[in-house]
């Protein structure tokens, strides 16, 4: 079954810890990215990444790192987390290439993350 | 930049009724708009994909309509269902050229009463 897969799914911390949350998926997708949806602001871009090796800063990418060292994983991760980065986080995949429009976004489950 | 608008109220409608979603959009001319549906909770699932030169999509009981010159696409669910009930969003490719990026509308959410 294609699938884009998250863990954890809920994640409660305090300030300052590391973490990371996981993202693999399926579908020999080239292009994944991460969401992050609170209420009032809908999905907002934290970083994506088109290959293996090459990532870019989405639009709210400031406290956030991701690494994409095989094409199926794209963890991200919190070097210092701050309460204002409790939210419900979403790693997407699609076939995008450049060029070429077919970028329909499979989403994970998503991972509620507090932080305290 | 380019904005995109969808009803921020609930729309509740009653079951078997037509239940017609507005994505309303400003500065931009997207080669084209998605439709998802996202349920509490949860990640948001694709539903249909249309281009500037379509005017109408259809798939099963779900109808895309996409007027450029009105920079506005309508999202129609017939014979509605309990089921349907969820939040549905659009989204139109990024002004930022061949970074693969989509902007989501805050979505709409559709209660259908039975």
């Known amino acids: 079954e294609a699938q884009v897969t998250q863990n954890p799914r809920y994640l409660i911390t305090v300030t300052g810890k590391k973490l990371t949350v996981t993202c693999s998926q399926n579908m020999n997708h080239e292009y994944m990215s991460w969401y992050r949806q609170d209420p009032g602001l809908g999905l907002r871009q934290i970083y994506y990444?088109?290959?293996?090796?090459?990532?870019d800063k989405g639009d709210v990418p400031e406290g956030y790192k991701v690494s994409r060292k095989e094409k199926r994983n794209f963890p991200l991760i919190l070097e210092s987390p701050s309460p204002n980065q409790t939210s419900l986080y979403f790693c997407a995949s699609s076939s995008y290439s450049p060029g070429v429009n077919t970028d329909t976004q499979y989403f994970g489950p998503g991972t509620r993350l507090t932080v305290l | 930049s380019q904005k995109i608008e969808q009803n921020s109220e609930a729309l509740n409608i009653q079951e078997g009724k037509t239940a017609t979603l507005t994505c309303n959009y400003t500065?931009?001319?997207?080669?084209?708009l998605q439709w998802y549906r996202q349920d509490p909770g949860r990640g948001p699932v694709f539903l249909l994909l249309i281009r500037e030169n379509e005017k109408e999509k259809r798939k099963e009981r779900l109808k895309v309509t996409f007027d450029t010159t009105l920079k506005q696409s309508l999202f129609h669910i017939t014979a509605s269902q309990p089921a349907d009930s969820a939040t549905y969003l659009c989204a139109l490719p990024s002004l930022s050229s061949n970074t693969g990026k989509l902007i989501f509308g805050q979505g709409t959410t559709l209660q259908v009463k039975p």
């Open positions: 500065n931009y001319s997207p080669a084209y």
């Open positions: 990444s088109m290959n293996v090796e090459v990532t």
